[in-house]
């Protein structure tokens, strides 16, 4: 994950420049797509820890060349992202203690100003040399066994206390004291008042606090209501159910079509220097489709994240176990392709890659193929011979006792 990971965010910095990828990453449904691209379990709250941690490992050799830095992380790295941004700061001339105040603040409102009932666990700072940044923050209720997952970015922000995340992604249970909505002006208003005063208001304030003023309080009700659904046409709401399984009903099975069809008839001729690469054939033409839609793609083309599942599989085996051989012919490709472009600015690699996603978007329109399920059952049953593996098999080789060969000798568990 880390080398692929890096190689599409290079790919995406090249064509689009810094600003871009921090646009994607806050954006909660192409961050879905690209983690499951990436072979993340794709209904998985883990995928915004494996992502994260992918790419401050991947991007921080590059950090120089991109000029995109990533720091905090899970636990106790993210107590250590102020510090982090202190050094980013020393190191390209950028004000990192201003950014140290910004990474306290953001984590402070998610934890504080919106309690939810979430209790963040991940803090993820991602600044440019320039200081735009976004952030990822994550929060897991224990007792009902969800995450919800809070983007923030710098482009637009207007106010850190009114509407200031550019999505807060998760199921809408239970009630929500959500001070930092518009709406809630007034309450934070009143409250700055009462902590500037007499601090004997608060006293008589909380006196007059009873089991039966509460209730009656309760039922008022207090807190900030939840936003309602969106009207139609509004923007979609991302959430991943509990199973691991990939269903049809997950997938626009026309894009995945047109990906298929892209694989399967892509003439030769329109990508030679791609296509003569030794060791591509039709399947990693279908891994890399759906990454160059990952790296090209329009927003509107994120809102089925499963999909992208089925470029590359699953570390836990839904769809399918990941084809490790597709995926390190699929890295490599990348790879070339991208330090192609950036030697040689007239190498035609990279902009293969890009009509690979053209064409699947064209053929999608007309294209006919396999059913969702036939499809899924033909890479399980040709996983083994592309190196199919997933978390179960590593437990499995783990739990089996080494054995000893004819001549007494011990051999390794699985071979």
């Known amino acids: 994950m880390t080398r692929l990971g ?5 790919a995406i910095v090249h064509h689009y420049g810094r600003d871009e990828l921090l646009r994607r990453l806050a954006n909660p449904f192409w961050f879905q797509s690209f983690g499951a691209v990436m072979g993340m379990d ?18 921080e050799p590059l950090s120089g060349e991109l000029g995109i830095h990533v720091c905090g992380g899970r636990g106790k790295h993210s107590r250590r992202t102020p510090d982090e941004l202190l050094a980013v700061g020393e190191r390209v001339g950028i004000d990192g203690a201003a950014l140290a105040v910004t990474s306290r603040l953001v984590a402070k409102v998610d934890s504080a100003a919106v309690q939810d009932g979430f209790e963040l666990y991940l803090h993820s700072f991602v600044v440019t040399d320039d200081g735009t940044w976004t952030v990822v923050q994550q929060g897991m209720n224990t007792d009902r066994r969800e995450a919800r ?30 001070l930092a909505d518009e709406r809630a002006r007034r309450a934070r208003d009143a409250q700055l008042d009462l902590v500037c005063g007499d601090p004997e208001r608060v006293v008589h304030a909380v006196k ?10 309760d039922a008022a ?22 199973r691991h399984e990939v269903h049809a009903s997950d997938v626009v099975l026309r894009r995945l079509r047109g990906a298929i069809a892209t694989a399967q008839i892509a003439p030769p001729r329109d990508f030679p220097s791609l296509l003569l690469t030794p060791g591509v054939g039709g399947r990693t033409l279908l891994a890399l489709a759906m990454a160059a839609e990952v790296i090209h793609g329009a927003p509107c083309r994120f809102t089925d994240p499963a999909r992208f599942s089925l ?67 033909r890479e399980r049953r040709r996983s083994r011979a592309l190196g199919g593996r997933s978390v179960s098999d590593d437990a499995r080789a783990r739990a089996t006792p ?3 060969s004819p001549r007494g000798q011990r051999s390794l568990p699985g071979f």
Do not use: C
């Not at 794709?42 to 991007?59: F, P």
């Not at 009700?221 to 509990?242: C, E, F, K, Q, V």
């Open 6 to 10: 890096s190689v599409l965010t290079e």
């Open 42 to 59: 794709w209904h998985s709250s883990g995928i915004t820890t494996s992502v994260m941690g992918a790419l401050k490992r991947g991007l």
């Open 149 to 178: 997952r809070y983007h923030w970015l710098s482009e637009g922000l207007q106010s850190f206390v009114e509407n200031p995340h550019a999505a807060i992604e998760g199921l809408a249970k239970g009630r929500i004291v959500n």
């Open 208 to 217: 007059r606090w009873s089991p039966a003023v509460a209730r009656e309080v």
């Open 221 to 242: 009700p207090a807190t900030i209501p939840s936003r309602p659904d969106p009207p139609r046409g509004a923007p979609l709401r991302l959430t991943m159910p509990h």
């Open 311 to 377: 470029a590359l599989g699953g570390k836990d085996g839904h769809p399918f176990p990941v084809p490790l051989r597709v995926y390190d012919e699929t890295i490599r490709v990348l790879k070339d392709a991208v330090t192609s472009a950036k030697r040689l600015p007239g190498d035609d690699r990279l902009a293969a890659i890009q009509r690979l996603d053209r064409q699947a978007r064209w053929l999608e329109m007309g294209a006919d193929g396999p059913r969702f399920e036939e499809f899924v059952a």
């Open 402 to 404: 080494p054995r000893r």
